[in-house]
């Protein structure tokens, strides 16, 4: 089953199109509907428009809270019919009650740490600055609170030899850029794991 996915991103959109690149070599069984941003002035877009996929702003200023903000992304994904929202570098928590339970456990987010460590922003630099030997990346399911809800999968970086937090930035992404598309291809085979335990995912009925 080809899952219907929306990312979100707020800046440069490499993990974007790393999962664009991995639907069009075939290695990830998934269509990209559109992307929404907050950001008009994020790379992202760019990324968008040259693979054909429509752009949805939707920016903090035009919304009198943050929970109307959130009300709009999801109209934008019940109009596109998507089945997973695929968070790569949305630096906003999302915090709308409705969009929350309407996409639970269908919102998946790209953190670059061994999530509990390090959550929140430069992630890469909290564990250089810490002395951290080993970091890696998390993909989890997006809930209410920063950088936290069930982890669907991980993986260590030996960031030992790196000499600065650009060096382990670099080694992270790389693995991101192989990891996320790969958990994408998993919801599409219509299964993946939360906490090493096996989870059926279902195709989402129409509201
Ligand atoms: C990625 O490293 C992603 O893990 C991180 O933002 C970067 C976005 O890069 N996300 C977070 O820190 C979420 N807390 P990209 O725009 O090139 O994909």
């Given at each position: 089953?080809?899952?219907?996915?929306?990312?979100?991103?707020s800046?440069?959109?490499?993990?974007?199109?790393?999962?664009?690149?991995?639907?069009?070599?075939?290695?990830?069984?998934?269509?990209?509907?559109?992307?929404?941003t907050n950001n008009p002035d994020a790379?992202?877009i760019?990324?968008?428009?040259?693979?054909?996929?429509?752009v949805?702003i939707v920016q903090?200023m035009?919304?009198?809270?943050?929970?109307?903000?959130?009300?709009?992304?999801?109209?934008?994904?019940?109009?596109?019919?998507?089945?997973?929202?695929?968070?790569?570098?949305?630096?906003?928590?999302?915090?709308?009650?409705?969009?929350?339970?309407?996409?639970?456990?269908?919102?998946?987010?790209?953190?670059?740490?061994?999530?509990?460590?390090?959550?929140?922003?430069?992630?890469?630099?909290?564990?250089?600055?810490?002395?951290?030997?080993?970091?890696?990346?998390?993909?989890?399911?997006?809930?209410?609170?920063?950088?936290?809800?069930?982890?669907?999968?991980?993986?260590?970086?030996?960031?030992?030899?790196?000499?600065?937090?650009?060096?382990?930035?670099?080694?992270?992404?790389?693995?991101?850029?192989?990891?996320?598309?790969?958990?994408?291809?998993?919801?599409?085979?219509?299964?993946?794991?939360?906490?090493?335990?096996?989870?059926?995912?279902?195709?989402?009925?129409?509201?």
């Amino acid at each position: 089953m080809t899952v219907k996915v929306a990312v979100l991103a707020s800046g440069r959109g490499s993990n974007f199109k790393a999962l664009i690149d991995a639907v069009e070599s075939g290695d990830c069984d998934a269509r990209i509907l559109v992307l929404i941003t907050n950001n008009p002035d994020a790379p992202a877009i760019t990324v968008a428009k040259q693979a054909g996929i429509p752009v949805e702003i939707v920016q903090r200023m035009d919304f009198p809270d943050r929970g109307s903000m959130d009300d709009r992304i999801k109209v934008i994904l019940d109009k596109h019919g998507v089945e997973l929202v695929v968070l790569a570098g949305y630096m906003l928590l999302i915090k709308g009650k409705k969009l929350l339970d309407a996409y639970k456990m269908r919102i998946i987010n790209i953190h670059p740490a061994l999530l509990p460590s390090f959550p929140g922003v430069d992630a890469q630099k909290q564990a250089f600055d810490y002395g951290a030997r080993i970091s890696g990346l998390t993909i989890h399911f997006v809930d209410e609170n920063l950088d936290a809800g069930p982890i669907i999968y991980q993986e260590a970086v030996d960031i030992s030899g790196c000499k600065s937090a650009g060096e382990v930035s670099k080694k992270i992404i790389e693995r991101e850029h192989a990891a996320y598309p790969m958990i994408v291809d998993s919801f599409s085979k219509g299964h993946y794991a939360v906490d090493g335990r096996h989870v059926r995912f279902a195709p989402k009925p129409r509201s």
